[in-house]
T-cell receptor
Framework: AQSVAQPEDQVNVAEGNPLTVKCTYSVSGNPYLFWYVQYPNRGLQFLLKYITGDNLVKGSYGFEAEFNKSQTSFHLKKPSALVSDSALYFCAVRDMGYQKVTFGTGTKLQVIP | DAGVIQSPRHEVTEMGQEVTLRCKPISGHNSLFWYRQTMMRGLELLIYFNNNVPIDDSGMPEDRFSAKMPNASFSTLKIQPSEPRDSAVYFC???????????????FGPGTRLTVL
């Protein structure tokens, strides 16, 4: 079985400050990990993914994520938050041996001007 | 590319009526997914297809729900009869699956907001 947890329902950060959105996962094999963003009244948009290789993955809009195998985490980060980053962020995991992707419950990011 | 296309964008219907949601995946993609999103339950996978064949429908909540994919460019999700608790946003997503170890991301449509009165 595979699962993913986003422990924070909401994260508030001041504009210009670094942001982190947390994600932990559980799989029986090697994980494929994804981050998606959802703006109001829109579908989810792909941000970045970890498949293998470098633990630091860079994605769209200046976001990056760090894969930590020992802590089974894949936290999303950005050095300097923008008000336009305010949205709902989903972490997702797929065990290499399965096809289904399991999404987290989402974390609402609020960037305060 | 136009992306994943869903219709209608909004649907308001009365309890007991049949509802059909439509999806056109991105051309060339061979996997298609139907999701439902609500405040209470978050994002739920209902069913997914590979090469037009349903692979896993364990997320379909009841027999009132059915999905078809008659060809590579079209899929429907039907609810008959509809109930107020079916009110949600329904998303279709597609991806390119290249083998069992494929790790390609999914592309989501804009969703259909369904309200059952």
């Amino acid at each position: 079985a595979q699962s993913v947890a986003q422990p924070e329902d909401q994260v508030n950060v001041a504009e210009g400050n670094p942001l982190t959105v947390k994600c932990t996962y559980s799989v029986s094999g090697n994980p494929y990990l994804f981050w998606y963003v959802q703006y109001p009244n829109r579908g989810l948009q792909f941000l970045l993914k970890y498949i293998t290789g470098d633990n630091l993955v860079k994605g769209s809009y200046g976001f990056e994520a760090e894969f930590n195998k020992s802590q089974t985490s894949f936290h999303l980060k950005k050095p300097s938050a923008l008000v336009s980053d305010s949205a709902l962020y989903f972490c997702a995991v797929r065990d290499m041996g399965y096809q289904k992707v399991t999404f987290g419950t989402g974390t609402k990011l609020q960037v305060i001007p | 590319d136009a992306g994943v296309i869903q219709s209608p964008r909004h649907e308001v219907t009365e309890m007991g009526q049949e509802v059909t949601l439509r999806c056109k995946p991105i051309s060339g993609h061979n996997s298609l997914f139907w999701y439902r999103q609500t405040m209470m339950r978050g994002l739920e996978l209902l069913i997914y297809f590979n090469n037009n064949v349903p692979i896993d429908d364990s997320g379909m909540p009841e027999d009132r729900f059915s999905a078809k994919m008659p060809n590579a460019s079209f899929s429907t999700l039907k609810i008959q009869p509809s109930e107020p608790r079916d009110s949600a946003v329904y998303f279709c997503a597609s991806s390119l699956r290249a083998g069992i170890r494929s790790y390609n991301e999914q592309f989501f449509g804009p969703g259909t907001r369904l309200t059952v009165l």
